[in-house]
Structures are given as structure tokens and as C-alpha cells.
């Protein structure tokens, strides 16, 4: 009786083995181990690739994210760069900036092997700046170095603050942005430490010119363009490694010698950059430059008819973006340029064949031009006598002869660079100059990089409207939720 039972049992749990129940239920866990298993695979897999395949940038404003300039000058790398970051890892984790840095400079290293980045606490390591000639890299600070030079890159650099004034007088309150500048401020320094030669710009002096705005000039020395002075009355002549000559606001006229050796310089592949103060008196020397290549400046006050064309007063231009290499950054971008202290451009039409003019910016058709009388204008209407547009505000020249390319590039506006412009109003007056020089001098990597916003976007409701959101995120879809879930529930119930 006992082997019958012992049998019966067998055979009970042999039947009880080979349900469907029992299969499906094996096949379920066989098939949970794989999937486990292949999950455990990826992620190893996913943990040993670089940041820029297995993190997404999902920041507003793209903080993570690198340009094509960026990715062009370090996926070319021949050169090794080592990037120093003075903090610890956890220090630069905590810090809102260097966090951001830390990501950034993931995907670059992801760009070349040529490129490493490390960490140094100063506080374990106190002679590493010294050791590295960076004595003036603080905590937070980037020592960037090659075989060829060294930089650092404070960490005041990585973001910056603009203060808009334009509310003060009104409600006795400024506002202020906050944009994150890591990008161009490494992207500039790895450019730097491995460029053979750098060039350089010469701002002519000894004509009343003006100086230009220290956010400008920083922004110069961001791009590794070196400035240097010049006065042609003591220099002689212009140097021979000069990439570019930079002439800014003069109030007074070039003696004949001076402009005889200006020409002489562009004739022989030189570069110029000419922004001419409004002043009302006549400057043949500076004429005689600009007919060579093409142009002619009215020594008259532009204004805008167009109320489509300028900004509270026809005297403040918003002129239309023509389509040079020079402005292509601002037209992608969609920021205006906003000028001041205007003088019209004209280009000839009868130019030698070697000679190529290009405007750069222009007028409405409905523009007119006032002569100054004593400097000024005494009214902004139109009047019979003023001279009818359209005008360019802005040209740029091209001529190859030979091996030697010139070039000149005249913008009409003493207001170019105005301070006064620049940090009230976001538009795009700064990156007109700061190509302008990076075309001339022919050296692509100068091309800007803008800083990305760190302002938080709220959103603003009316109370009508936050009710509304709230009754719908709050009541209607937790409601209809539960009650999707209960006739899921009754009509699984009664199958």
C-alpha cells in the first residue's frame, strides 16, 4: 500500500509539474533572468561610454551642450592639452558653476584623445599653481596648458552679470542677467595654448580716437586677438606683424603721409577696420581711403522715416542685416544691431575687377540724411534740403592681388560700441565688431561664442487662469484616473 501511495504521489506531482501554469510561470522567470542579465550588460556598456552618447542636455538654455566651433577646434587637436580644475571633484560638484563645467568638459574630452581634464584640491595641493607658472589661478580657477603656452581661466570668467539700467529712472531699480560663459572661455583657451602664432591688432592713436569699452576689449582678449597701440608719427610705419589696423572714432583728419602709408599697408595684404566719428568737418585723407576700395562717406546725419527701421527716435537705427560672412552669426541669431551718430555709405558701382564691396548693413528706403551745423541737427524732421536714401551703414572690401588678400571694413556709427547701447539693450552691435575682426584677420577659431542664459523663466498666471489649473491637475484627472482604475477592476471581475 505504502509503494502504491509513494507512486500516486510521484505521478500527482509529475501531472502538477507539467501544467500550463507551471511552464508559463518558468518561461516568465527564464525570461526575467535574461532580461536582468542584458539590463546588467547595458549598463556596464552605457557606464564606459562618454557622457556625450549617454547624457542628454535637457538644461534650458543648453548649458552642457558644445557648438560646431567648439567641436571643430578640439576634435582637431594635434596637440596635447591638459585642463586643471582647481577644486576637488566634490567641491566642483557642489558649486553651481563648476558643476555645469564638469559636464561641459565630459564632452570635450569625449572630442579628442589629445585632451585630458584632472582635478586638484589647492588645499592638498598648495604648490600646483606655482609649480604650473599659474600663480594667479585661485580656487575655482582653470589652468589650461601645452607644450607651447599656459592660461588660466578664473572662475569669474566661466559666467557673467548684465545690469539694465533703463528702468533706474523710472522705479529706482536696476535688473540684472545671469549667463553662464564656459563654453567660450575654455574653448578660447585651449585655442590659445596651442595656436603657433597669434595675431594682432594695432589701434591707431594721435587723432582724438576714442577707447573702447573694457567689455569689449575683454572680449577681444577672449578671442586671442593681441592689441597693441600705434601712432604712426613715431612708429614710422606700420609693423610687419600686423594682422590688422584698427582705427576708432577719430575726430581729426590723417596727414597725407599717414594715409599714403595706410594704403600702402592694405595694397600689400594688410587688413583695416575704420569706425569714423560724426564731427561734421571734412576728412579728405580718410576719404582718399575709402574711394581706393569702393566707398564714399556723406558727413551727414542718417535718420530712419521707417518707424519699422528705428528705436523711440529716427536718429537710433535698426537697419536690415545684409548677408556677409561677417553678419551670418547675427542673422542666425535674429538680434538686432542698433546704431547711433550715423553717416551714409555709398558704394561705387564702377570698382576695378579685383575689388569686391559688400554691404553689411542698410536703410529703409524711407531714410534722409541732415548735414551737422556745428556738430548737431536742429530738427529730426525731414526737410527739402536733407538727402534721400536708401544708405548703407556698414561695407566690407575684399581685394586679391597675387598671393595678398586686402581688406576693409567701414562701419558708419561712432554709437557702434556705446556703452550706453550695449549694456541696456540686447543686440548684436558687439558681434558685428568682433567678426568683423575675426574675418579680417582671417583666423576662424575669433568667431564668438555667446554665453547661455542662467535666468529662471517663471510662469506668469492669472488668478482666473492658476484656478483653473489647479482645479484641472488637482480634481479632474486624479477623478478620472480612479475612476478609469475602478472600471478596469469591475470589468475584469466579471470576465
Same mark, same amino acid.
Given at each position: 500500500?505504502?509503494?502504491?501511495?509513494?507512486?500516486?504521489? +510521484?505521478?500527482?506531482?509529475?501531472?502538477?509539474?507539467?501544467?500550463?501554469?507551471?511552464?508559463?510561470?518558468?518561461?516568465?522567470?527564464? /525570461?526575467?533572468?535574461?532580461?536582468?542579465?542584458?539590463?546588467?550588460?547595458?549598463?556596464?556598456?552605457?557606464?564606459?561610454?562618454?557622457?556625450?552618447?549617454? +547624457?542628454?542636455?535637457?538644461?534650458? $538654455?543648453?548649458? =552642457?551642450?558644445?557648438?560646431?566651433?567648439?567641436?571643430?577646434?578640439?576634435?582637431?587637436?594635434?596637440?596635447?592639452?591638459?585642463?586643471?580644475?582647481?577644486?576637488?571633484?566634490?567641491?566642483?560638484?557642489? @558649486?553651481? /558653476?563648476?558643476?555645469?563645467?564638469?559636464?561641459?568638459?565630459?564632452?570635450?574630452?569625449?572630442? $579628442?584623445?589629445?585632451? +585630458?581634464?584632472?582635478?586638484?584640491?589647492?588645499?592638498?595641493?598648495?604648490?600646483?599653481?606655482?609649480?604650473?607658472?599659474?600663480?594667479?589661478?585661485?580656487?575655482?580657477?582653470?589652468?589650461?596648458?601645452? @607644450? +607651447?603656452?599656459?592660461?588660466?581661466?578664473? =572662475?569669474?570668467?566661466?559666467?557673467?552679470?548684465?545690469?539694465?539700467?533703463?528702468?533706474?529712472?523710472?522705479?529706482?531699480?536696476?535688473?540684472?542677467?545671469?549667463?553662464?560663459?564656459?563654453? $567660450?572661455?575654455?574653448?578660447?583657451?585651449?585655442?590659445?595654448?596651442?595656436?603657433?602664432?597669434?595675431?594682432?591688432?594695432?589701434?591707431?592713436?594721435?587723432?582724438?580716437?576714442?577707447?573702447?569699452?573694457?567689455?569689449?576689449? &575683454?572680449?577681444?582678449?577672449?578671442?586671442?586677438?593681441?592689441?597693441?597701440?600705434?601712432?604712426?608719427?613715431?612708429?614710422?610705419?606700420?609693423?610687419? @606683424? #600686423?594682422?590688422?589696423?584698427?582705427?576708432?572714432?577719430?575726430?581729426?583728419?590723417?596727414?597725407?603721409?599717414?594715409?599714403? &602709408?595706410?594704403?600702402?599697408?592694405?595694397?600689400?595684404?594688410?587688413?583695416?577696420? /575704420?569706425?569714423?566719428?560724426?564731427?561734421?568737418?571734412?576728412?579728405?585723407?580718410?576719404?582718399?581711403?575709402?574711394?581706393?576700395?569702393?566707398?564714399?562717406?556723406?558727413?551727414?546725419?542718417?535718420?530712419?522715416?521707417?518707424?519699422?527701421?528705428?528705436?523711440?527716435?529716427?536718429?537710433?537705427?535698426?537697419?536690415?542685416?545684409? !548677408?556677409?560672412? /561677417?553678419?551670418?552669426?547675427?542673422?542666425?541669431?535674429?538680434?538686432?544691431?542698433?546704431?547711433?551718430?550715423?553717416?551714409?555709405?555709398?558704394?561705387? !558701382?564702377?570698382?576695378?575687377?579685383?575689388?569686391?564691396?559688400?554691404?553689411?548693413?542698410?536703410? $529703409?528706403?524711407?531714410?534722409?540724411? &541732415?548735414?551737422?551745423?556745428?556738430?548737431?541737427?536742429?530738427?529730426?524732421?525731414?526737410?527739402?534740403?536733407?538727402? #534721400?536714401?536708401?544708405?548703407?551703414?556698414? #561695407?566690407?572690401?575684399?581685394?586679391?592681388?597675387?598671393?595678398?588678400?586686402?581688406?576693409?571694413?567701414?562701419?558708419?556709427?561712432?554709437?557702434?560700441?556705446?556703452?550706453?547701447?550695449?549694456?541696456?539693450?540686447?543686440?548684436?552691435?558687439? @558681434?558685428?565688431?568682433?567678426?568683423?575682426?575675426?574675418?579680417?584677420?582671417?583666423?576662424?577659431?575669433?568667431?564668438?561664442?555667446?554665453?547661455?542664459?542662467?535666468?529662471?523663466?517663471?510662469?506668469?498666471?492669472?488668478?482666473?487662469?492658476?484656478?483653473?489649473?489647479?482645479?484641472?491637475?488637482?480634481?479632474?484627472?486624479?477623478?478620472?484616473?480612479?475612476?478609469?482604475?475602478?472600471?478596469?477592476?469591475?470589468?475584469?471581475?466579471?470576465?
Amino acid at each position: 500500500m505504502s509503494q502504491s501511495k509513494e507512486k500516486k504521489e +510521484k505521478k500527482t506531482m509529475k501531472e502538477r509539474l507539467g501544467t500550463t501554469k507551471v511552464r508559463y510561470g518558468s518561461y516568465s522567470a527564464a /525570461i526575467s533572468v535574461v532580461v536582468l542579465a542584458i539590463l546588467v550588460v547595458v549598463n556596464l556598456i552605457a557606464s564606459s561610454l562618454p557622457g556625450k552618447y549617454t +547624457k542628454i542636455d535637457t538644461s534650458d $538654455s543648453s548649458y =552642457y551642450s558644445i557648438g560646431d566651433l567648439t567641436k571643430n577646434i578640439v576634435g582637431s587637436l594635434e596637440t596635447d592639452v591638459s585642463v586643471s580644475v582647481m577644486a576637488s571633484e566634490e567641491d566642483a560638484r557642489s @558649486d553651481a /558653476i563648476l558643476s555645469i563645467l564638469m559636464e561641459m568638459l565630459d564632452r570635450y574630452q569625449a572630442l $579628442s584623445d589629445h585632451l +585630458k581634464v584632472s582635478y586638484v584640491d589647492p588645499a592638498l595641493n598648495p604648490t600646483f599653481a606655482s609649480d604650473n607658472d599659474a600663480d594667479s589661478a585661485s580656487k575655482g580657477s582653470l589652468i589650461v596648458k601645452s @607644450d +607651447k603656452r599656459s592660461t588660466v581661466v578664473s =572662475y569669474s570668467d566661466l559666467y557673467q552679470v548684465d545690469y539694465d539700467y533703463s528702468s533706474y529712472y523710472t522705479t529706482g531699480s536696476t535688473s540684472s542677467t545671469q549667463s553662464y560663459d564656459g563654453e $567660450s572661455a575654455v574653448t578660447s583657451a585651449i585655442d590659445y595654448v596651442v595656436s603657433d602664432t597669434l595675431p594682432v591688432l594695432y589701434s591707431l592713436t594721435g587723432h582724438g580716437e576714442g577707447s573702447l569699452p573694457a567689455s569689449v576689449e &575683454k572680449q577681444v582678449s577672449r578671442m586671442n586677438i593681441e592689441m597693441k597701440e600705434l601712432n604712426l608719427l613715431t612708429a614710422g610705419e606700420i609693423p610687419e @606683424d #600686423a594682422n590688422c589696423l584698427l582705427i576708432y572714432c577719430p575726430t581729426k583728419d590723417l596727414s597725407e603721409e599717414e594715409a599714403e &602709408k595706410i594704403l600702402a599697408y592694405l595694397k600689400d595684404g594688410g587688413s583695416a577696420l /575704420i569706425i569714423p566719428a560724426l564731427t561734421g568737418e571734412a576728412h579728405p585723407n580718410f576719404d582718399q581711403i575709402y574711394n581706393e576700395y569702393g566707398m564714399s562717406l556723406t558727413n551727414s546725419l542718417v535718420l530712419e522715416g521707417s518707424t519699422e527701421h528705428y528705436y523711440q527716435s529716427p536718429i537710433y537705427l535698426v537697419p536690415e542685416v545684409e !548677408s556677409h560672412t /561677417i553678419t551670418s552669426p547675427i542673422t542666425e541669431q535674429n538680434i538686432s544691431v542698433l546704431l547711433g551718430g550715423a553717416q551714409g555709405l555709398t558704394i561705387s !558701382s564702377d570698382i576695378r575687377s579685383s575689388l569686391t564691396v559688400s554691404p553689411l548693413l542698410s536703410t $529703409s528706403d524711407e531714410a534722409y540724411a &541732415k548735414a551737422l551745423s556745428g556738430g548737431k541737427v536742429s530738427t529730426t524732421e525731414r526737410e527739402e534740403a536733407d538727402a #534721400a536714401g536708401p544708405f548703407y551703414l556698414g #561695407a566690407a572690401a575684399t581685394e586679391t592681388v597675387g598671393e595678398k588678400t586686402s581688406h576693409l571694413v567701414v562701419i558708419s556709427s561712432e554709437a557702434l560700441l556705446s556703452e550706453d547701447i550695449i549694456e541696456r539693450f540686447t543686440v548684436s552691435n558687439a @558681434d558685428l565688431f568682433l567678426n568683423s575682426l575675426s574675418w579680417m584677420c582671417e583666423h576662424e577659431s575669433t568667431i564668438s561664442i555667446s554665453p547661455k542664459s542662467m535666468d529662471i523663466n517663471t510662469l506668469t498666471m492669472t488668478e482666473s487662469q492658476s484656478r483653473f489649473w489647479m482645479i484641472l491637475t488637482m480634481g479632474v484627472i486624479p477623478v478620472a484616473l480612479i475612476g478609469c482604475g475602478i472600471g478596469v477592476w469591475v470589468w475584469r471581475r466579471k470576465k
